[in-house]
């Protein structure tokens, strides 16, 4: 199948279920761009055996970069405090003491190594190198985000895949990957690769969009986290378990997302329809009022376990456990 995108085209193919392999699914949705406005709409599914939402047919992995903007925000150095003053200090606290918990961070010295997967700018290791001295590296496809990296922190990035990366087996104490694990084609062989890196009892650590949450249900095809058509798979705690299981780690903590970024995200797309109108672009998504309202909502919704975004750590178990 192949859709076009401005004077580009961009190909699409049947894949089975990246968890378990079936190929017998039910409709859930199909959906558009709304935030950066690739042209076309694609289906998302629901995998009769293992419950793995994910687009089918799918972008061939050629064509993945297509959907990428040369503006993709991730890719660059970005600063919300500034906009948001007090609030998003705050939502930035909450966030960054559940990406990293404290005992992990402890465990952390200047012989210690952190991989980050899909690093972006390279913003995250540059604040984890700061606040405990470890040896930071990174991996990002975008030529972008290793450019900024070596600009802005002075960090070399692994320009490609992970999978295609050359580090020994054993190597990393800490490997992180915030919002990536929904954009690559073969999860299953990222994890696997990751697991391979990881020392005995590593950490990895996971930060993926929740399709549980009770947003997901609300809003549906306008779920901000849902970012059609750049993210390929959508993972529950259940699916994300038995994928991180499949590969020898164990999950050891699952920590639900408080903030109300991609709640207000999903309100901008329920009332305007999308985030690209020039005349609604950002209309909700800077507005501090709604950020100091819904903040008491979405901390309740972590609370119950039903946010957007959820924070998953694992780790590896030794050969005789």
Not at 160 to 175: A, E, H, L, P, R
Not at 188 to 216: D, F, T
Not at 237 to 256: A, D, F, R, S
């Amino acid at each position: 199948m192949q859709i076009f995108n401005g004077s580009s085209m961009i190909k699409t193919h049947l894949v089975p279920c990246n968890l378990c392999g079936s190929k017998n699914t039910s409709f859930i949705c199909k959906a558009r761009d709304r935030l950066h406005g690739v042209e076309g709409e694609f289906n998302y599914v629901k995998c009769s055996e293992c419950g793995l939402i994910y687009m089918n047919p799918q972008v061939v992995p050629e064509d993945i970069p297509q959907l990428y903007p040369s503006n993709y925000a991730p890719h660059h150095s970005r600063n919300k405090k500034k906009r948001f003053g007090f609030i998003s200090e705050l939502c930035s606290y909450l966030t960054s003491m559940a990406k990293i918990r404290k005992e992990i961070y402890n465990c952390l010295d200047n012989e210690s190594r952190v991989l980050d997967v899909g690093c972006g700018s390279g913003s995250i290791l540059n604040d984890i190198r700061k606040r405990t001295g470890c040896q930071v590296y990174g991996v990002d496809i975008s030529e972008n985000a290793v450019q900024t990296a070596k600009e802005l922190y002075g960090i070399d990035i692994f320009k490609g895949d992970i999978k295609d990366s050359t580090w020994q087996d054993n190597y990393f104490d800490v490997i992180t990957a915030w919002q990536y694990l929904e954009h690559v084609n073969d999860p299953n062989q990222n994890v696997e690769k990751m697991c391979r890196l990881l020392k005995n009892s590593g950490w990895l650590i996971l930060g993926i969009p929740n399709y549980k949450s009770l947003h997901a249900k609300w809003f549906k095809n306008k779920w901000f986290p849902l970012d059609c058509p750049r993210h390929l798979c959508l993972w529950s705690p259940q699916t994300i378990t038995k994928l991180i299981n499949k590969h020898g780690l164990k999950v050891e903590y699952i920590v639900y997302d408080m903030t109300p970024w991609s709640l207000i995200g999903s309100l901008q797309y329920l009332i305007y329809g999308d985030n690209l109108n020039p005349g609604t672009k950002n209309r909700l998504m800077y507005s501090r009022c709604l950020l100091v309202l819904m903040f008491p909502w979405t901390l309740l919704m972590s609370l119950l376990k039903c946010s957007d975004v959820i924070i998953v750590y694992a780790r590896k178990q030794q050969a005789n456990e």
